[in-house]
């Protein structure tokens, strides 16, 4: 089983900055098939990227991400007040139990 | 628009059984695969099974293979997830997810239902 982790486990940041979120994996992630979810308080996650680097639908372009094997990359590139929320990555590979997800990194406002 | 729906959660003893339901709408349903993800009260995010477009295709997290049973009826656009031998470790809010494929391999999570609270306790 592949583990993924996420660091920082919290980052406080402010509106407006660049955001970096890192997901890391036991095992290269075939195919880049990586993504990344958004859970705000009392909500379900939101897919944002999948595909390691392609954006979901009516994401906005401030949010990318980047990376192969085993390390990626979320970047937010201006902190809007919205995006202050939980992060999940989460690789979905070619056997059906290969579905992890990181624990989740936090972004605070500062 | 896709709309997914889940119910059938409540509050139940240990060792007893629970099912859950997911009505979809907005989408063709049985072009797709489907999964079941959990979440334990301040946790993070636990794949619990998922199930091909045909049932053809079906998987299971380790820590509920033998105990829990996906299924699907797509002349009735549901999924289902039947709970047995209910621990208190599978207390958590389950939810239903949508991929954009047909099997149970390989695809991300697009649209998520807004889930249903399991406790298990006595």
């Known amino acids: 089983e592949i583990v993924l982790t996420q660091s920082p486990g919290t980052l406080s940041l402010s509106p407006g900055e660049r955001a970096t979120l890192s997901c890391r994996a036991s095992?290269?992630?075939?195919?880049?098939?990586l993504a990344w979810y958004q859970q705000k308080p009392g909500q379900a996650p939101r897919l944002l990227i999948y595909?390691?680097?392609s954006r979901a639908t009516g994401i906005p372009d401030r949010f990318s991400g980047s990376g192969s094997g085993t390390d990626f990359t979320l970047t937010i590139s201006r902190l809007e007040p919205e995006d202050f929320a939980v992060y999940y990555c989460?690789?979905?590979?070619?056997?059906?139990?290969?579905?992890?997800f990181g624990q989740g990194t936090k972004l605070e406002i500062k | 628009e896709v709309q997914l729906v889940e119910s059938g959660g409540g509050l139940v003893q240990p060792g007893r059984s629970l099912r859950l339901s997911c009505a979809a709408s907005?989408?063709?349903?049985?072009?797709?695969?489907m999964h079941w993800v959990r979440q334990a009260p301040g946790k993070g995010l636990e794949w619990v099974s998922g199930?091909?477009?045909?049932?053809?295709?079906?998987g299971y997290a380790d820590s509920v293979k033998g105990r829990f049973t996906i299924s699907r009826d797509n002349a009735k656009n549901s999924l289902y997830l039947q709970m047995n031998s209910l621990r208190a470790e599978d207390t958590a809010l389950y939810y239903c997810?949508?991929?954009?494929?047909?099997?149970?391999?390989?695809?991300?999570?697009?649209?998520w239902g807004q889930g249903t609270l399991v406790t298990v306790s006595s």
């Open positions: 997810a949508l991929t954009p494929v047909a099997t149970i391999k390989g695809s991300y999570f697009d649209y």
């Open positions: 907005g989408f063709t349903f049985d072009d797709y695969a």
């Open positions: 199930i091909s477009w045909n049932s053809g295709s079906i």
């Open positions: 095992q290269s992630v075939s195919s880049s098939y």
């Open positions: 595909g390691a680097s």
């Open positions: 989460q690789q979905y590979g070619s056997s059906p139990q290969m579905y992890t």
